[in-house]
């Protein structure tokens, strides 16, 4: 599976300089609105310390990373459920990413113009809020048409679904974002087909300069409004990371870092954060071909697992041998894993853990 995180955001915000920062992709960074026209894509390798040690310690041919898409989708402004702008294009752009990345502008700059003509983080988030939310209660509306004579008919399976739907179009009026409705697994299914865009997890991301990489007042507010919602706010500078991309070595980039009190970029602070926010893991395969990473949800069985390598390992799956990290790196190989009896037969029941190393048994 490969995590995909759209990038949103009023315009001029940085979300393209954050875009450029993150990803060898390059888009178009300029001082006016709507200089992004198709959502940028840009595949990024999540950095993962323990694939290096397996690689070291199994040398392979090769070794490859998992990695997350980052989407940069143009600036959406006031309006934009109804099309203004390029809203609608953008809307649908946004329905197909994984997770929400919410650039904020929480820095005042007279050569950097402001959509709105003046810097205030709560009311540009908030207008991206109603924009999504209005959107989302134009998909609940047609629902609803559409289920309310099913459900005159009896069907009961409809009149728990209108029923559910209600309770949508009732938050959404009230200002409310979908992902504040809590349903149970049930309910989460009959509604699985319905997409809404502020349903998705988001990230706020607040773009501030470099002397303020610790916090200014303007991300004080915005903080108290992440806490009050329960979602989690990163404070970076688009600026900033692009510097540090430039660099070339590692050490370069942990002294420059130092500089301004930091001891990781905000690039693996974004990823980390986003597989925290999706509840997701890595498992490992290792040989002499190849050592790779892949990332799978928490909670996931060995099945599933292999079915992220190749759906036939899925269908015919029969077991999986799994090493346990810290024993792989304690025993060195393989072999001394299975001579030390630290290698694990688990069967279509077994829950993969984080850092798993794994192989696949599996009929054709």
Request: glycine share 6%; with cysteine; aromatic share 6%.
């Amino acid at each position: 599976m490969s995590l995909q995180c759209g990038i949103v955001g009023l315009p001029n915000v940085g979300k393209s300089t954050l875009f450029n920062s993150l990803s060898s992709a390059r888009a178009e960074a300029a001082n006016f609105p709507f200089c992004t026209i198709e959502p940028n894509v840009g595949v990024v390798p999540v950095p993962d310390h323990r694939l290096d040690v397996l690689a070291e310690l199994v040398k392979p041919e090769k070794t490859i990373q998992t990695v997350i898409k980052f989407v940069d989708i143009a600036g959406l402004v006031k309006g934009a459920s109804k099309g203004e702008g390029l809203g609608n294009k953008f809307l649908a752009n946004i329905r197909e990413v994984d997770a929400i990345i919410h650039v904020i502008r929480c820095f005042d700059d007279p050569n950097v113009v402001h959509v709105d003509g003046s810097i205030d983080p709560i009311r540009d988030k908030e207008i991206i809020d109603t924009e999504l939310q209005l959107k989302d209660l134009e998909t609940i509306e047609k629902r609803i048409q559409k289920l309310e004579k099913v459900a005159k008919t009896g069907d009961k399976e409809a009149k728990k679904r209108l029923e559910l739907l209600e309770r949508y179009k009732i938050a959404l009026e009230e200002g409310k974002n979908a992902r504040t409705i809590k349903l149970t697994e049930q309910e989460k299914s009959l509604m699985a087909d319905l997409f809404l865009l502020t349903d998705k997890p988001v990230i706020y991301l607040a773009n501030v300069d470099e002397e303020s990489m610790q916090g200014n007042e303007m991300t004080k507010k915005l903080e108290e409004v992440a806490k009050a919602e329960g979602a989690e706010l990163i404070i970076n500078s688009a600026i900033l990371e692009e510097q540090i991309a430039e660099l070339e070595t590692e050490e370069e980039k942990m002294e420059f870092l130092a500089e301004f009190g930091l001891e990781e970029s905000g690039l693996n602070r974004l990823i980390k954060a986003s597989y925290h926010l999706l509840d997701l893991i890595t498992f490992f395969t290792a040989g002499p071909k190849e050592v790779r990473a892949w990332t799978i949800c928490r909670g996931w069985k060995a099945p599933q697992a292999a079915g992220v390598i190749h759906s036939d390992f899925e269908r015919g799956f029969i077991k999986a041998e799994v090493i346990k990290f810290e024993d792989y790196v304690k025993y060195k190989s393989e072999l001394a894993c299975k001579e030390a009896g630290k290698i694990a037969i688990e069967g279509k029941e077994y829950i993969v853990q984080d850092g798993d190393v794994m192989h696949f048994r599996f009929n054709v």
